[in-house]
């Protein structure tokens, strides 16, 4: 075993100041009365809704930094856009072609497409409450894409919950029901749907509780579950309740109130939807501080931390979560003018990029969007960073295992790691980062004779030659990138993002975890079976243009979009067939 040493562990979830765009600063414009932010799921592009100027504004975003950069607008009445009068949300499909827009103002629901690669944006249709049969949308406040990209939801604060279907290519919409007049669900002011889409659950401002509706996950229709409410059975701080969130585990739902100034647990039954009072966190109690007035919350897709924008505060309060409990202890709060912090009065919208790396603020009084760096882990035990391979390392013996580590980067500049026998060889990057890379020179090789061999990587696996004669291949990474053939003589091989909420592309597809028409032509005939996507809990879009494969085939995803697909073999391996099988979960 060859070992860069280091530790990953949890970190604070700290942040750090990065910088703010205040609206007419700098060419920056559409911010005005700043509501709501949210990060595509690339990670390349943060909008911002801008209730005071009709806009939605887009900025480009460094993946690495998290710094951000003013591209433009989309300007309600400003060529052919319709509906953004009050603009109170914004969000983008998780297959990242669409983004979708609720206006307070114009009592509306605005759809556009998304180019991915520019960010920019082009109107396509809007809705608008009590026109065309439509309903839910008066004081529209909240808009959610499901995960699935079939379903959005509106809730408005005069009406209740908005069901809408989706075209998941072309990205209109269709509507389909409203729901109303359930106890706690009185100014309705945010939504969240469930990761495994069974649950939507409503914050109401002025009913003063959480409503729960089961989805029927085909047609979209909701049916009302329960009603948390404020002061009965126990349940306390949601007078007021302004924002609701639920971890990627969905084993907990979080709502903020900006009457109680407070934070509050619950534990959720995954089955049934149904909700039990935990414990809530208020402003001025026991320490903690930043949540007077509290607005949005998010939370970190690691689920290690809770972050609450307090709009009387001008703050974001940050706290740590115990996983298994799903309770919160405060560990500090940023507030304006402190430390050199500037743009969070009035802090209302608030995100965590995918990555978990930065938080972003949208402040209505500051009219500004505000960026910060996320302590989302630490190292310890850092004795090295990098482990470079520029010699042959090989395990011999029949059995021996060839076991690479490192705290951040896996470099194989040179030489052929290799195992005998059923020797296995395992690679693993990113024990102390997120974002280590395994990186195969041109000319380097790893073999196997009928051992495994495993390559794990926070970031990117660019690979060279890659050999099992008989053994799997597995290989998790943020991306992939086959510059020599990958083989094996009746092995698996599985290609999975370290996230499994990534986007996936095949062939001419687009997305984060990308295996591309190069990278399809190096993997060889000989696998038994050959799987894209986390098997377990892949839940991803996957975008597949043209692809053919040789092997039998099985692709994971949340959903699954299709241009052109083959799995045709000509050589028998062992089966007796020819045409080989796909199957799309």
């Known amino acids: 075993t060859l070992t860069a040493a280091g530790t990953r562990v949890p970190g604070t979830g700290d942040l750090t100041f990065i910088e703010s765009f205040p609206d007419g600063f700098g060419g920056v414009d559409g911010l005005a009365f700043a509501r709501s932010v949210v990060v595509s799921e690339d990670g390349t592009h943060v909008y911002v809704a801008g209730f005071g100027d009709n806009s939605i504004v887009l900025f480009n975003r460094d993946p690495l930094t998290g710094t951000l950069s003013f591209v433009g607008r989309e300007v309600d009445g400003v060529d052919g856009v319709t509906g953004l009068n009050g603009v109170s949300d914004v969000t983008i499909s998780a297959d990242g072609r669409n983004a979708y827009a609720s206006s307070f103002g114009a009592n509306s629901l605005v759809v556009f497409s998304r180019n991915a690669a520019t960010g920019d944006l082009t109107f396509v249709e809007s809705f608008r409450n009590n026109v065309g049969g439509v309903f839910g949308l008066d004081q529209a406040a909240d808009v959610e894409v499901t995960a699935d990209g079939n379903h959005v939801y509106v809730v408005g604060i005069g009406n209740g919950v908005a069901v809408f279907g989706r075209n998941t290519a072309t990205g209109q919409l269709t509507y389909i029901e409203n729901q109303n007049g359930f106890a706690g669900l009185a100014g309705s002011r945010d939504l969240v749907v469930s990761q495994d889409g069974l649950h939507v659950y409503v914050a109401g401002s002025t009913g003063d509780g959480v409503v729960v509706f089961s989805r029927n996950v085909s047609t979209g229709q909701l049916t009302f579950v329960e009603s948390e409410l404020d002061g009965v059975g126990g349940v306390d701080g949601l007078d007021g309740a302004s924002s609701v969130t639920i971890s990627r585990d969905g084993a907990h739902v979080y709502v903020t109130s900006n009457v109680d100034d407070a934070l509050v647990v619950f534990s959720r039954n995954a089955t049934t939807g149904e909700l039990t009072f935990v414990e809530f966190e208020k402003d001025g109690v026991n320490g903690v501080d930043g949540l007077e007035e509290a607005g949005g919350v998010a939370i970190s897709r690691d689920g290690n931390h809770i ?97 690479l580590n490192a705290v951040s980067d896996i470099l194989h500049t040179s030489g052929t790691v290799s195992a005998s026998g059923s020797g296995a060889v395992d690679l693993n990057a990113s024990t102390g980062t997120t974002d ?55 092995g698996a091989l599985i290609l999975k993002p370290t996230d499994v909420t990534s986007t996936i592309g095949i062939g001419g597809g687009s997305g984060s975890f990308n295996v591309g028409d190069s990278d399809v032509g190096n993997i060889q005939d000989g696998f038994s079976s050959i799987t894209i996507g986390d098997a377990a809990s892949g839940t991803g879009v996957v975008d597949i243009d043209s692809a053919t494969f040789v092997d039998v085939l099985t692709i994971v995803g949340g959903s699954i979009s299709v241009t052109e697909l083959v799995a045709n073999d000509t050589a028998d391996n062992g089966d007796g067939t020819g045409l080989q099988a796909i199957t799309l979960v």
């Open 307 to 403: 972050y609450v924008a307090s709009f009387a505060d001008d703050a974001v309060a940050t706290f740590s979560r115990n996983p298994t409990t799903g309770e919160v202890t405060f560990f500090n709060f940023e507030q304006t003018d402190i430390d050199g912090v500037t743009g969070l009065e009035g802090a209302l919208g608030i995100t965590v990029s995918p990555d978990g790396n930065q938080v972003y603020v949208a402040a209505i009084a500051s009219n500004a969007l505000t960026g910060f760096t996320r302590s989302a882990f630490a190292i310890a035990n850092t004795a090295a960073d990098d482990l470079t391979i520029n010699a042959n390392v090989t395990a011999s013996g029949g059995n021996g295992i060839v076991t």
């Open 436 to 490: 280590g890379v395994v990186t195969m020179s041109a000319g380097t090789a790893i073999n196997s004779a009928s051992g495994s061999i495993t390559i794990d990587a926070g970031g990117a696996a660019t690979l060279d030659d890659v050999t099992s004669i008989s053994g799997s291949i597995t290989v998790t990474s943020s991306d992939v990138v086959l510059n020599d053939v990958v083989s094996s003589g009746g």
